[in-house]
């Protein structure tokens, strides 16, 4: 199994969002929530019903009815351009914002996430003069609790780990602010779940639906900072741990599969040898077979020493897959999304994918049980083939049967 990358999420730098980056922070959160589960990409413009995913964009126009508010349907933009800049710049103003980004190795921007003090004012996403007093009912003090406003990750960087960094980032600040709770409204339960890993399953609790009758499908949860880091480290810090497990599964398929090139090369070596003394000797002295005993017997202590370390790598392998792939249960535990290989999304981790693809219902083999079953009927192939020389050289010698060359 060569090749196995850990993808750029383990290179990627912690940035604090500003001003400067706006139009970047904007682009980016567009293009996060015309995906999964928001396909937040048009909106009509009366009651912001979005439309996207399975909608044919194009067939709408100046007449149709929205299906929500029923009134002439005319499609804007949901958030590309002016809307999610709009938002940024607002979350900017407000005292106390706390923004952090993520940047791959090329500088590009492909993780936000951002929060400030609940406001007594409305913003233009969320009606937070609602919101504060339906926290006051709940003994939440509005200026001592954080909202955690946006987290978005680009889509080639999704369950990689970027969002928990930054969020975990963002939500330490805040806490060191002094704040005393954090609140967020999401539909996505894999959020809430990221949460739950923070401050554990028991304190993050769901307070009540959103006041904005367009968003009421959106639950309010808060958590209190005491909590945080209480609970089990966030899998997040064990990204590097993976990529060394990683790094060192590559570097031992790479040198199995520099020894098998080595074994194969010997063996073809000795068997075309084997092949050109048989047919020139005609089989009719003893010697010939007497050569063929000595080429085995070292033939046979190399491929032994190629099954020792076919056997030895496997046991090896067998182990850092297994610890892999518990490091990717706790990834996904947190809340990271399914890995993306090639676009498609899968429910399990890289190793898994990698073997379900290269071996198909055989994936339970391990990646060596080929190259095992080669060397082992090589080492097997000499004792037989000496035998059979032997036998064709007594029949040959005693009359039984003419020379191989003979015509």
């Given at each position: ?32 929530f015309a995906g999964p589960p928001w396909f937040e990409v048009k909106k009509c413009s009366q009651c912001s019903e979005a439309y996207g995913k ?78 504060a007093q339906l926290l006051r009912e709940r003994r939440l003090d509005p200026a001592q609790t954080f909202y955690a406003a946006e987290t978005g ?17 963002r939500l330490l600040e805040a806490r060191d602010a002094g704040l005393v709770n954090v609140c967020f409204r999401t539909i996505n339960p894999k ?217």
């Amino acid at each position: 199994m060569a090749g196995i990358a850990i993808a750029q999420s383990t290179t990627t730098r912690l940035v604090r969002l500003a001003q400067a980056e706006k139009d970047e922070v904007a682009d980016l959160f567009a293009r996060v929530f015309a995906g999964p589960p928001w396909f937040e990409v048009k909106k009509c413009s009366q009651c912001s019903e979005a439309y996207g995913k399975d909608d044919d964009l194009e067939r709408f126009h100046g007449g149709d009815p929205c299906r929500r508010c029923g009134a002439p349907l005319n499609l804007v933009d949901y958030w590309r351009g002016g809307p999610a800049l709009e938002v940024y710049e607002d979350a900017l103003a407000h005292p106390g914002f706390i923004g952090m980004g993520a940047r791959d190795g090329e500088g590009r921007l492909v993780g936000i996430t951002w929060g400030y003090p609940v406001p007594e004012t409305d913003t233009p996403s969320v009606h937070f003069g609602a919101v504060a007093q339906l926290l006051r009912e709940r003994r939440l003090d509005p200026a001592q609790t954080f909202y955690a406003a946006e987290t978005g990750v680009d889509p080639d960087y999704q369950g990689l780990g970027v969002g928990s960094r930054i969020m975990r980032a963002r939500l330490l600040e805040a806490r060191d602010a002094g704040l005393v709770n954090v609140c967020f409204r999401t539909i996505n339960p894999k959020l809430v779940g990221r949460y739950e890993q923070l401050f554990g399953e028991d304190y993050v609790r769901p307070l009540f639906n959103d006041p904005d009758p367009v968003k009421s499908d959106r639950t309010w949860y808060a958590c209190p900072f005491a909590t945080i880091g209480r609970v089990n480290p966030p899998a997040v810090d064990r990204l590097d741990e993976y990529k060394i497990v990683l790094d060192d599964i590559n570097r031992l398929s790479d040198r199995r599969q520099r020894s098998n090139d080595v074994f194969i090369a010997l063996n073809g070596l000795f068997l075309t040898a084997l092949g050109i003394l048989l047919f020139a000797s005609r089989l009719t002295t003893w010697w010939v077979p007497a050569a063929l005993v000595v080429v085995s017997v070292v033939a046979v202590l190399i491929n032994v020493i190629w099954l020792r370390s076919l056997r030895l790598y496997r046991r090896v392998s067998r182990a850092e897959l297994q610890y892999a792939n518990g490091l990717e249960s706790l990834l996904r535990q947190s809340g990271a999304e399914p890995v993306s290989l090639g676009g498609q999304r899968e429910e399990f981790g890289v190793l898994s994918l990698v073997a379900r693809r290269v071996y198909g219902k055989n994936a339970n083999r391990g990646f060596s049980h080929l190259e095992l079953l080669l060397a082992s009927s090589l080492t097997l192939a000499y004792p037989i083939l000496t035998l059979l020389v032997a036998a064709l050289t007594y029949l040959i010698t005693h009359g039984f049967l003419p020379p191989l060359s003979a015509k």
